[in-house]
């Protein structure tokens, strides 16, 4: 129980440091979208799914193949180095080639502005090149220095946030005081391109707190290791991609077939589901260390199926949460009625995330069997379902298909892994368990979505009635872990 309780105390300090930015990033939609409209946040979209593929791309799986060698490697210091040399090296040949070819790419993404892509560019290459050292904090049980790193990072890309979008405007319309040069910056970008700015420079922050880190690496390249590496991280890196094709294609789908303002819509509300992506986050950070360090423990299966069940239960409680107070979220959190429009998109998209965090602990077998390709097909099967259900039903219901579509896609992944995994590595999940929780949550939120919208003391008891429900069926549990 030990090892247990020190796996949920790394999830809540690197959940701070992972959703708080990410929350943060929630509450500064209002800002985003009380500035700009419909049609100016779906550009916003596009950079940051954009910023997503490359993301991908880059890492190429370098991350997960780092945690996988550092815990059986039995010299360190050159998985560090291999690890650290290949993305740094990858990561200044692509700022290089983007650079030259900037203008012609810029053109090729849509983007209106070529500086929009040399600021993505610079942003994906920091965040890259950092991605190491925040690796070995994870993995060398350091959650409160990579906590702090990521607070300093949210907490820049906030203020400037706040300065350029509400200060600065604030500023001219009340004739208060500022540098021409400002002003003139101001009036002759885009607004948008603001939080583009923000962004490359949060990112800058974060690697220059990390140089001094990066210095104390032996910077060793190992041709050996980093081939036997790279076999591991290549299929990671395809399954990453598919996987932000299931997350993110189909918002540029939603805009070539509908339009830009029902993308933004779309996106917009879809920010209301990533309430569940954050807890996905949290657990995700604590988890992936934690499972690779215990993997040769006797108890290891016991541990990861109770990790699932109750990773199952409070998703499914925040999932109720979100569904009952789905207009309260959306007022404070959307601000402009003409967002709103798309918030029947939102219980979906919660149980598709709810549906990707339990496919991302059951991912855990191929990881540790060193079978990644099985995570490269499940990823594809879900890019394909993806693709293929938004280019056919788009057209037919509107970004309802592409809600169902990240239904369908994470589900199918979650499934397959299940099935796949108990042949290779086989966990007594209890699956009646977690199968009871999502159903109940689901039927619950639909309960108060169709019928009692708006009305919260139906809200308030539908949230103390699961809340029963947990605590008469875990309440053995519930008494253990919190003695400890």
Known sequence: MSSLKRFFKDTIIYGIGAVLPRAINIFLVKLHTSTLDAEKY?????????????????????????????SREKEKGKVIGTSFISLLISSLLFLFLALYFNESIAAFFGFENPLFFKLLVYTIVLDTIVVVPFAYLRVTNKPLKFTAIKILNIGVFTLLNIFFLWFVPYAIQNKISLQESLVTYYNDYPKVIHIFVAGTVASLSTFLILIPAIFKFKLQFDTQ??????????????????????????????????????????????????????YIVAFRMGAEPFFFNNADKKDAKETYSKILTWFTIFGAFFMLIVVVFIDLFATILLGKPEYFEALSIVPIILL????????????????????????????????????????????IIGFMASAWATLFAFGTMMMISYFVGQKYYPVDY??????????????????????????????????????????FNEKKELKQLLKR
């Not at 932000?244 to 939603?254: F, R, S, Y």
């Not at 159903?439 to 019928?451: C, P």
């Open 352 to 395: 598709a995330n709810l549906f990707l965090g339990i496919y991302n602990i059951l991912s855990i077998w191929y990881k540790l069997t060193d079978k990644t390709k099985f995570g490269m097909y499940f990823s594809i099967i879900g890019a394909i379902i993806t693709i293929v259900f938004n280019v056919v039903m788009i057209p």
């Open 430 to 471: 209890k699956l009646k368990k977690v199968t009871f929780y999502v159903l109940s949550a689901t039927v619950f939120g639909l309960v108060s979505f169709h019928l009692f919208r708006g009305q919260y003391w139906f809200s308030i008891f539908t949230i103390f009635l699961f809340f029963g429900l947990i605590f």
């Open 42 to 70: 779906a550009v916003n979209t596009d950079y940051y799914v954009y910023a997503a593929y490359l993301n991908a791309l880059l890492t190429f799986g370098m991350e997960t193949a780092f945690f996988r060698f550092f």
């Open 225 to 278: 290791l980093f081939k036997r590496m790279l076999v591991y991280s290549f299929p990671i890196m395809i399954g990453s991609l598919a996987f932000v094709t299931n997350e993110n294609l189909d918002k540029l789908l939603l805009g070539d077939i509908l339009g830009e303002k029902q993308m933004g819509i779309y996106a917009a509300c879809y920010k209301l589901g990533v309430f569940m992506t954050l």
